[in-house]
């Protein structure tokens, strides 16, 4: 179950991305979804009851694509919106991916690029393009299904999907949970559009450097990695992609680092 703020404007959009992000707890662990029901909390008296349809329609497009079907809910009013789902899905034990089954040797592999929510604190301040913004929401909507089948034809048995923790703070949970060390590759870590400009103006997230704090001396970042790639590795995400731990290439992501020996910890280079 999984519910939030609007981050963007659009409804529909609002809609889409809280489904896919909702949705994709049942895809990093290897499952697929069955059915979900609505968590709405809206003021009918803030906004047109069209406003509030468009978010449900978003919901319910995203469900059927993921083949699920919307069964219920429940709202209250609320002055601040807030919407989610609650998703039941079903998995194959022999087939369920874990976060603690990475191991030496495997490669990492992640299936979206990262810098959701400093795209989305730049466009509170207007201070990102319609297109840099459309790149994020496409990214947002987008589900982890492929990915998820992607990372079963390889054989992967250890995935993780990235969100609140950021990329750093979700490998560390892997690196802590499998008793491993991982190695990033700064230049491969696949990035929205604009990110640079939005992180030398300043549009971090207090998130971010939340995460930054909690993985704490586990996280060492070699001298010139840049900054918004820096930012970006701890950035929290909003409906991001599955990081896939196999020993061949998944025909979905992009190569990221490797698994090693080691105490816990997550290296950058």
């Known amino acids: ?24 707890d049942v895809y990093a662990m290897g499952g697929i979804p069955l059915t979900v029901m609505n968590i709405a909390c809206f003021d009918p008296s803030s906004a047109p009851a069209e406003v509030w349809a468009a978010v449900l329609l978003g919901a319910y497009d995203k ?7 919307v ?26 991916f874990g976060n603690d089954r990475a191991k030496p ?4 592999w992640l299936t979206k690029p990262l810098g959701t929510g400093i795209v989305t604190t730049a466009a509170k301040y207007d201070a990102c393009t319609a297109e840099e913004l459309a790149a994020a929401i496409e990214s947002m909507a987008t589900l982890n299904a492929s990915a998820a089948d992607a990372a079963h034809e390889v054989g992967a048995c250890c995935a993780t999907d990235i969100t609140g923790f950021g990329l750093a703070g979700h490998l560390f949970n892997v690196a802590r949970a499998s008793g491993v060390a991982i190695e990033i590759e700064a230049g ?4 929205l559009p604009g990110l640079e400009r939005m992180v030398a103006e300043g549009h971090t997230t207090g998130g971010g450097q939340r995460n ?3 993985v704490g001396e586990a996280l060492s ?3 010139g990695v840049p900054a918004h790639v820096q930012a970006a590795i701890v950035d929290p995400q909003t409906s991001g992609g599955l990081v896939i731990f196999a020993d061949r290439a998944p025909r979905i992501g992009v190569h990221i680092g490797f698994v090693h020996d080691g105490e816990p910890q997550i290296t950058v280079r």
């Open 71 to 96: 069964v219920g809910g429940h709202s209250v009013e609320d002055s601040q919106p807030k919407f989610g789902l609650s998703v039941t899905g079903l998995v194959d034990p022999s087939r369920v």
């Open 105 to 108: 040797g495997d490669q990492i």
């Open 221 to 223: 970042i070699r001298e």
């Open 188 to 191: 491969s870590l696949p990035l």
């Open 1 to 24: 179950m999984d519910f939030f703020t609007p981050i963007v404007d659009d409804p529909y959009a609002y809609g889409q991305i809280a489904a896919a992000n909702a949705l994709s």
């Open 212 to 214: 930054r704090e909690f």
């Open 63 to 69: 469900t059927i694509e993921a083949g699920a079907v």
